[in-house]
């Protein structure tokens, strides 16, 4: 809503591809205005949301849609987990308090450093990317991983990247629409592996 109490008004084009995500899941989006800190791309004025988390085991894959202002279209997941928790479950809480020490903001630069304290923790990041390569490559799209990352804390995302340049409306739904397919499948992924190492966990704990 607007400060005036009406309905924001929207491109119609973000109206479409609203019930275009919302029907190839089978699930309720909703189109909201741009947060001061989200989307990602500064440029965007609007994004799709899932609000309902009932709807959760449909929308995992999918719950975020923004546009920036050079053509580009991302579709992201559900929040994945975050350093703490990641590195809390390999090494305990003692390592965990530990890594909220860290600065997180540039994680490209520390997360070299978390790979030398943390290697299981990295090992399954290089895990999680290697599922989305795979995806990637069968699909024909561009998936990979989008650390939100902070002071303390580093909050992972499964992300869909989709260049819609010269592209007319009808072609950016068929490119929504098999990037959704695509992020099902890793989240399918994903989630075997999470539970194959939940296993291993349990079998070193007796």
């Known amino acids: 809503m607007s400060e005036s109490g009406k309905t924001a008004a929207f491109p119609r084009e973000a109206e479409t591809l609203r019930r275009a995500v919302s029907e190839a899941i089978n699930a309720d989006y909703e189109i909201r205005m741009a947060e001061p800190n989200f989307p990602p791309a500064s440029s965007a004025t609007w994004y799709i949301f899932a ?18 202002g050079e053509g580009n279209l991302y579709i992201e997941s559900i929040f994945l987990g975050n350093t703490t928790d990641w590195i809390g479950h390999h090494y305990g809480e ?3 308090i530990q890594a909220t020490r860290m600065d997180f903001r540039d994680f490209s630069t520390v997360r070299k450093e978390l790979a030398s304290r943390f ?8 895990e999680y990317e290697g599922m989305l390569a795979d995806v990637s490559q069968k699909y024909g799209v561009e998936l990979r991983m989008r650390y939100d990352s902070g002071k303390g804390v580093a909050i992972l995302y ?13 072609a950016k739904i ?33």
């Open 51 to 68: 609000p309902d988390v009932s709807q959760l085991s449909k929308t995992a894959p999918a719950r975020k849609i923004w546009e920036d």
């Open 94 to 96: 003692e390592s965990a």
């Open 119 to 126: 290697p299981l923790f990295d090992e399954d990041l290089r």
């Open 158 to 170: 499964m992300n869909a990247k989709i260049k819609t340049k010269g592209l007319d409306l009808r």
């Open 174 to 206: 068929e490119k929504v629409r098999l990037n959704v397919r695509a992020l099902q499948e890793a989240l399918g992924r994903i989630h075997q592996y999470e539970a194959g190492r939940s296993q291993q966990k349990m079998r070193r704990g007796r």
